[in-house]
């Protein structure tokens, strides 16, 4: 997930906790204030009648009657007054209860006071109601105004959060992007610095720029290197080899020297080879070959084929082109020689006397897949591993390998974005399956 | 025939020049770009072996100043251990007759050195006698008095280098390198060479035998004439 987007969700989720509590905690306060306000009215009401109980116009009013009821034209408050069966206790009784009441046809949610007292020895029931509606009412207007102002302010300050992390980060994703997304060689790197105030991202910027390039020079540091070895180590060999070609000349040489050296140049061959070998993996992985070729892969085949005839003749292996499709790509044609003459060359390497090297193919709407049979030693599962390791060498009675063939497949399957896969059944014999992506035509 | 070598490995130069002096070739040396192009510009040679890596300079500028040059016919033999992708081509098309990577056998350089004179000077010994048979080089033929002698390509190109490099012995491993190219991790070991030459003989010794067809103990081969 994105940092502006787990920010984003951050913001959303922290001010939601905020509405949430804060409107739970304004709906339970309003609920405790009115009820409180409104018990504290009732108890001021009861006390003040009291007052007045004395009085000769409620005395007479409750001598006359037998029970009084008065109440305003709304009727959003009423009082009741009725004798009762007389109560010997001189305690009072008073509570409060939320109830219905139908006055006048009209039927209302009251909170009533009722109060129970002795007056002129006598015993009353009082009840003081005052209409629920009105509050409800008042209740609901402000639980939707402030709901509504907390969801107002909520949606203000998110929007303004977005935005401004979206600007403050700005700079960051264009690090991301301009300077590791889009690179893939530190050859072709952008050095320009990413405009921001923010110290953080000046210094990310700035560390990557510094580390790619070390990376840079690293590589050009690598390709002259190789260069150089190249140079430094096949001119010696060169140097030895002539000279000793100069010494066969001699008339005199005994037999002896004379088999000396031409091991000595034998050697000096399979050095050669070595270096040859490991300059073609550095150089295939320092991308120094173009990918200009058409390459058709039944061709190279045939050409791989004509030069490997003499050593499937001489282990008597049977080589069986089956390939039914004409596949071309774009690439590099000496690479892709290179690629299957070291697998079939190790197809015939590997293989028994009087085995079998199969070459087959199928095309598939994404994937076109060459397989490459044989029917040789074979690995076991931990020696495919090991095998594309330089100098790793599985078979150990092998003279003539040096333990990079595979190393050199792998460099250039890489370089051209070929899928490598390798079965083998021990004792059985081995499948290498190539597998050409078809974005690659 | 006069060579130039260019080179300012002298150890190598050296050992090109003992070995081409023995084949009869008159030498002369350049160690710098800068000696190499004043030899050049003044005496005429049959062949130049160019070094490309050379103190003072690129040894392309001199092949280039070599083409500037008018009515100059000198061979130019690139020798080079830059391992640069595109030398070769770059060479070939700058006007080069060939190219050898270092390091190089001897023996393959100077096989390089006389087909390059034959295909230049249109020799009218085109024609190699090799006691009763004949080496067409510019057909790619063998003939015995006047029969044909049917060769696949790579029998003959086998009987043509060991031929070129008479009276030496050619290891399976230089053979090899010649008729089968420079290919990383061929097995020299295995004795496919031995089935051509063996095969090679056969179809020599038909007309007469061929004893001085050498097999040289457990290395390689020698043509002695």
């Keep these: 997930m994105k940092l502006q987007v787990k920010l984003a969700l951050y913001n959303t989720l922290t001010k939601l906790a905020i509405i949430v509590f804060t409107g739970l905690l304004i709906l339970f306060s309003l609920e405790n204030i009115t009820y409180n306000h409104i018990t504290a009215r009732l108890k001021d009401k009861k006390d003040e009648l009291m007052k007045h109980l004395s009085s000769k116009e409620i005395t007479q009013i409750l001598n006359q009657q037998q029970s009084f009821t008065d109440y305003n034209i709304l009727k959003e408050e009423y009082i009741f007054l009725k004798p009762i069966p007389y109560l010997s206790s001189r305690q009072t009784e008073e509570s409060f209860v939320t109830a219905r009441r139908t006055i006048e046809q009209t039927t209302d949610t009251y909170l009533i006071l009722t109060y129970k007292f002795n007056f002129n020895n006598r015993s009353y029931l009082l009840e003081i109601g005052d209409t629920m509606d009105a509050v409800i009412q008042l209740k609901q207007t402000i639980k939707e105004f402030t709901l509504l102002m907390l969801f107002v302010a909520l949606s203000l300050t998110l929007v303004i959060d977005l935005v401004f992390t979206k600007y403050l980060l700005t700079p960051f994703y264009q690090i991301i992007d301009r300077k590791l997304i889009r690179v893939n060689d530190p050859m072709n790197f952008d050095y320009k610095k990413v405009n921001t105030t923010t110290q953080d991202f000046e210094l990310l910027d700035s560390s990557i720029s510094t580390l790619m390039k070390k990376i840079a020079d690293l590589f050009i540091l690598e390709k002259q290197f190789i260069a150089n070895v190249s140079h430094e180590l096949l001119t010696p060999i060169s140097i030895i080899s002539s000279r000793l070609e100069n010494v066969l000349l001699q008339e005199k040489l005994t037999e002896d020297s004379e088999n000396k050296i031409f091991a000595s140049l034998k050697t000096l061959n399979r050095l050669k080879s070595i270096i040859n070998s490991l300059l073609l993996i550095s150089k295939v992985e320092n991308l120094q070959f173009d990918k200009n070729d058409a390459v058709d892969l039944k061709n190279v085949i045939a050409e791989v084929y004509s030069e490997l005839e003499d050593r499937l003749d001489d282990k008597g292996i049977v080589f069986n082109n089956t390939i039914t499709h004409a596949y071309h790509f774009q690439g590099n044609n000496s690479l892709i020689h290179t690629l299957l003459f070291n697998i079939i060359n190790n197809a015939i390497k590997y293989n028994n006397k009087g085995g079998s090297i199969v070459i087959a193919d199928a095309m598939y709407t994404e994937q076109y897949i060459l397989e490459i049979s044989d029917t040789g030693i074979g690995m076991d599962s931990e020696q495919i591993e090991l095998a594309f390791n330089r100098f790793e060498k599985l078979n150990r009675h092998e003279k003539e390998s040096y333990g990079l063939g595979l190393a050199i497949v792998k460099s250039i399957t890489a370089f051209h974005g070929i899928r490598i896969n390798i079965n083998s059944v021990k004792d059985k014999g081995t499948t290498v399956k190539l597998i050409f992506s078809k974005e690659m035509i | ?225």
């Design chain 2, 1 to 225: 025939m006069n060579v130039l070598i260019v080179e300012d490995e002298k150890g190598l130069a050296l050992e090109i020049d003992e070995f081409l002096s023995h084949e009869g070739f008159t030498i002369e040396h350049a160690r710098t770009k800068k000696t190499g192009g004043e030899k050049i510009f003044v005496n005429n040679y049959d062949f130049i072996l160019l070094d490309l890596g050379l103190p003072d300079g690129d040894g392309f500028e001199l092949l280039k100043m070599l083409k500037d040059l008018k009515d100059r016919n000198d061979a130019v033999i690139i020798l080079t251990a830059r391992g640069a992708v595109d030398d070769r081509i770059m060479g070939l098309e700058q006007g080069a007759d060939d190219y050898l990577a270092k390091p190089f056998s001897l023996n393959e350089l100077l096989a390089r050195i006389h087909a390059i004179t034959r295909r230049k000077h249109k020799l009218e010994s085109n024609e190699i006698a090799v006691k009763d048979f004949r080496i067409n080089i510019q057909n790619r033929t063998v003939h015995y008095l006047n029969e044909r002698i049917n060769l696949t390509k790579k029998e003959f190109e086998i009987f043509n280098y060991l031929v070129l490099n008479k009276n030496r012995v050619i290891s399976r491993t230089n053979l090899t390198e010649h008729v089968w190219g420079d290919v990383l991790e061929i097995n020299s070991d295995s004795n496919f060479v031995d089935v051509h030459v063996k095969n090679l003989r056969k179809k020599l010794s038909q007309f007469i035998p061929v004893d001085w067809f050498e097999t040289v103990r457990s290395i390689g081969y020698r043509v002695n004439i």
